[in-house]
């Protein structure tokens, strides 16, 4: 899922109200906030209209010291005290919640302390008297922060995800929002939740794009030193760590054997020889870890490696070769399937300088 405009061009710089409190996952916040606060326009001022652009094929880093902001922050509190975030770091928020400013977007992180804030009243009274008056308010979530969402009943009848590891607890105490949970990233109106940790800055971007071109989403990218968004529709994971903690020893092995062997004809049928399944077996098993298909897994596996070679400077029919995609045009399928981008457009951003 890639994020269509709805608001118009922005003429003004987009205020985001962050949600800070005790044993809220710091990442959560760093990365979204860090997204957005990277995101500026060396052409226009607070009162103009920020030109949408195509990428262009410069690569040569360029000073933006000083660039107009798109979006600022203000840190809020449920009672503007300090807070302490779950690895023991000190914020002093701008303020409370209830000063949250009637135009401003509002952004909710997770972590641990989300459990607390699910009953309680100040906050969920804010969230449900978010929309009435201003529609084009942005409601974003992060992580488990999805939860103080639905708790406030807003998500009933809406697409969400959450983290993973919060999947029961969602689906037995909110069983009215529609959760999508292999997705990274939902958009429903104006209300956006993305699922764990890293994915806040793919929702981050999305936005971005989403507000003031790709050009601009890929400068960040860019600065931030990450590849891409990724596009909302990808399963919830991103890499094969996540898949070691996840899969049982049978699968470990076929996905070691995936990743030392990119170049093996790995079709549903040979990767159920390998792992010693039916078919049918190991595509529920593969998308009761990972939800996602053992062939989708296979892609994306590829897809990583070739992104890590084209930043090396390895020609794209090689990448191509070496990646198993077999040939070019189906690895560029595979860029603008996954990625949202194409070969041509990545290596203008991300190729060796």
Request: charged residues 25%; positive net charge.
């Amino acid at each position: 899922m890639r994020l269509r405009k709805t608001l118009g061009t922005e003429k003004r710089i987009r205020e985001i109200g962050v949600l800070v409190f005790d044993n809220v996952n710091l990442l959560d916040i760093s990365g979204p906030v860090q997204a957005f606060h990277s995101a500026t326009s060396p052409e226009t001022t607070a009162s103009q209209t920020p030109t949408k652009t195509e990428p262009t094929a410069s690569k040569k880093p360029v000073s933006r010291a000083n660039d107009i902001p798109l979006y600022k922050h203000h840190f809020l509190s449920l009672d503007g005290n300090s807070i302490h975030t779950s690895c023991g770091m000190e914020i002093m928020p701008h303020g409370k919640i209830t000063d949250l400013h009637p135009c401003s977007d509002l952004l909710i992180p997770g972590g641990n302390g989300v459990d607390e804030l699910l009953e309680n009243e100040v906050l969920l009274h804010t969230l449900k008297a978010f929309h009435p008056n201003y529609k084009d308010r942005r409601l974003i979530s992060i992580c488990s922060g999805a939860l103080i969402l639905a708790a406030s009943g807003i998500l009933d009848g809406r697409d969400a995800t959450t983290h993973w590891s919060r999947e029961q607890m969602a689906r037995e105490r909110f069983p009215n929002v529609n959760w999508k949970l292999n997705t990274i990233y939902t958009k429903s109106d104006q209300i956006y939740t993305s699922a764990g940790v890293s994915t806040g800055i793919d929702l981050a971007m999305a936005i971005i794009e989403e507000d003031h071109g790709t050009a601009n989403s890929l400068d960040v990218a860019q600065e931030l030193v990450v590849y891409l968004r990724r596009n909302g529709g990808q399963k919830q994971f991103s890499d094969l760590l996540e898949a070691q903690k996840r899969l049982e020893p049978r699968l470990l092995k076929l996905v070691d054997k995936i990743s030392s062997d990119l170049c093996r004809n790995w079709t549903l049928s040979e990767l159920s020889k390998e792992a010693n399944m039916t078919p049918r077996t190991l595509d529920r098993r593969f998308n009761q870890a990972l939800g996602s298909s053992p062939v989708q897994f296979v892609e994306l596996t590829r897809l990583n490696q070739a992104r890590i070679l084209l930043t090396k400077g390895v020609s794209m029919k090689q990448v191509a070769s070496l990646c198993g995609f077999g040939d070019l045009q189906k690895m560029r399928r595979s860029f603008l399937r996954n990625l949202g981008i194409t070969t041509t457009e990545y290596l203008q951003h991300f190729g060796p300088s």
